[in-house]
């Protein structure tokens, strides 16, 4: 893709999300085709913010995951500081379309991991982290039909990210845990709760983690002292309406909620 259509399509996409519209798919002049371009167009949404980045999202963790947007691995996507939120605050709703939340591990990085040729190792990924969080994300697309409009406008299209809520950080003691087999509860209030575990991301959170500053490495990005990933839902998605309030609880590791406005 050329500089000039790697932005319309960028500009496409963010009047939609900020204008709360959605559309069948991008123009075919200014369609991306592969990851590549994805990531380009997705790059251009940090222009748009006068805050440093949040973070990241890592979409598609699970099986489930990527069956449900149609794509057949994980997806990076930027979080922006203006749609994060604290644990307990309001949330908008909106005209949200996908009409989940997601309860994941976040991670807080304590270094940067700068662009290298060889890939980061776990242990080299997890001794870089500060803080381990609580965190509910709630995705959405820009898309009217998401699950067929393929990996590359997916990844344009922030990989679904929308709002994000992040929790207190756990107690140092959560290095010692087994993320792979620790329980979540994922909760509506008076209504639907719904389990899962660290497994359900990548297998383990970890490994999201280092997938993660793997991707941006190989796109010549740093994973920034600061930022904020959040690594894939651990349970199956809860769906929400507006003021609904949502409760994920990580046991040991803490707990995290939001209230959506009307």
Wanted: charged fraction near 20%.
């Amino acid at each position: 893709m050329t500089d000039p259509t790697i932005q319309a399509a960028a500009d496409t996409l963010w009047e939609h999300w900020s204008g709360v519209r959605r559309l069948a798919q991008l123009p075919e002049t200014v369609r991306p085709v592969s990851r590549a371009d994805g990531y380009a167009i997705q790059a251009r949404l940090e222009a748009r913010t006068a805050h440093p980045l949040f973070g990241w999202k890592i979409a598609a963790t699970s099986q489930a995951g990527q069956t449900h947007l149609g794509v057949d691995g994980p997806l990076a996507g930027r979080l922006l500081q203006e749609r994060a939120y604290a644990s307990g605050q309001e949330v908008p709703f909106g005209t949200n379309h996908m009409k989940v939340v997601e309860a994941e591990f976040a991670f807080r990085m304590g270094r940067d991991l700068p662009p290298r040729a060889t890939p980061y190792t776990v242990a080299e990924v997890m001794d870089a982290v500060a803080t381990l969080h609580p965190a509910i994300e709630v995705p959405d697309s820009r898309f009217d039909e998401f699950s067929k409009v393929g990996v590359a406008q997916l990844i344009a299209d922030n990989a679904c990210a929308h709002y994000f809520t992040l929790g207190p950080a756990a107690q140092e003691t959560w290095r010692s845990l087994d993320l792979v087999a620790h329980p979540v509860v994922g909760t509506i209030a008076g209504g639907l709760q719904r389990e899962g575990r660290g497994a359900n991301v990548l297998g383990d959170p970890r490994v999201a983690l280092t997938w993660l500053a793997n991707e941006l490495s190989g796109l010549g990005i740093a994973l920034r002292r600061g930022e904020v990933v959040t690594t894939g839902t651990c349970v199956v998605p809860l769906p929400v309406k507006a003021r609904d309030h949502v409760r994920a609880d990580f046991g040991v590791l803490g707990s995290v909620e939001l209230t959506f406005g009307a």
